[in-house]
């Protein structure tokens, strides 16, 4: 949206007909992964004009691929980024958690990226 110059738009809260679609597409990550492309193609069917470049950018890095180049796969593929079997079993949808750790084991051994020796001194 930033990159678009869609900022202001989107975040007038009367503007649904920008943001609903815009939450349509990041509501993608809660279909099952198998229907993706499917929903995607519905979605696309009634998007606004003006999100014409962030459906493009969607679809080719995250949903199908850049067709036009020689059938590239997706950057991103759906079984990176969709959460729906995770959801569906209570599982955490982000790495929060992770990092939540390592953030607090580096300030428990004073410093990012320490050695193993510099690690198992402070435990």
């Known amino acids: 949206m930033q990159s678009e110059g869609l900022m202001e738009q989107y975040q007038d809260e009367d503007n649904v007909e920008l943001r609903t679609p815009f939450r349509s597409l990041i509501a993608l990550a809660f279909v099952p992964e198998d229907d993706v492309v499917g929903a995607f193609d519905r979605l696309q069917e009634d998007m606004v004009e003006i999100l014409e470049p962030i459906f493009n950018y969607v679809e080719d890095n995250s949903v199908r691929g850049r067709c036009g180049r020689g059938n590239m796969a997706p950057i991103f593929p759906p079984n990176k980024w969709n959460c729906y079997e995770r959801t569906l079993s209570d599982q955490p949808r982000t790495t929060d958690s992770w990092e939540v750790w390592h953030r607090r084991l ?3 051994v004073g410093r990012p990226h320490s050695s193993l020796y ?3 001194q402070h435990l």
């Open 118 to 120: 510099h690690v198992l």
């Open 106 to 108: 580096n300030t428990l």
